[in-house]
């Protein structure tokens, strides 16, 4: 009899497992803890951070959209993600969670890793792409990564990548 009730009560752990409501509403930030899944920065610009949860309930966390691009191309997003999923992105304009897939996109936003693009909720004159889009022209290099990588290159060295010379903020290091 005890063998039968541990059965029943496994199967029926089972079968409501198997059954699980995955919440796909957004998450909130923990800036102290949660980290870009690529790049491993943490995340602290709401207004370009993004986050795909799969039909798991998992969470990844992209600093960029740039970002997510890298891990959909290079990675094993599309496996890990599953059947279901959902990806939020912040609204560039007001930080405000924005279905990624459904958003518009823009081109020359300063974020988080130099990729350039930001959301928003409506099509406009500056917000012309797509979500597919913005992934295709990440993978054909249509962004903004370049200059941010020279510009972060200059300011770790310490060096004025042009003139060679230290370039300083006023009052500091003997800067005017």
Known sequence: MKKLALITVLFLATLSSCNKKVDFSP?????????????????????????????HGDVRWYDDIGCLAEDMRDGNFNKWKGQKYK???????????LDAEKA?????????????????????ATAQ????????????????????IKKKKMSVSGKDAASGSMKCAPGKCGGQ
């Open 129 to 148: 792409y797509d979500f597919k889009t913005v992934i295709q022209r990440i993978d054909e290099g249509k962004t903004k990564r370049a200059d941010f």
């Open 27 to 55: 998450r909130k930030i923990n800036y102290d803890r949660d980290v870009c899944y690529v790049c491993k920065m943490g995340l602290d610009e709401p207004k370009y951070n993004l986050q795909a949860i799969n039909e």
């Open 104 to 124: 518009w996109y823009r081109y020359g936003d300063r974020t988080p890793m130099g990729y350039g693009y930001g959301a928003v909720k409506d099509k406009s």
């Open 87 to 97: 990806i939020w992105i912040g609204d560039a304009d007001t930080g405000q969670w």
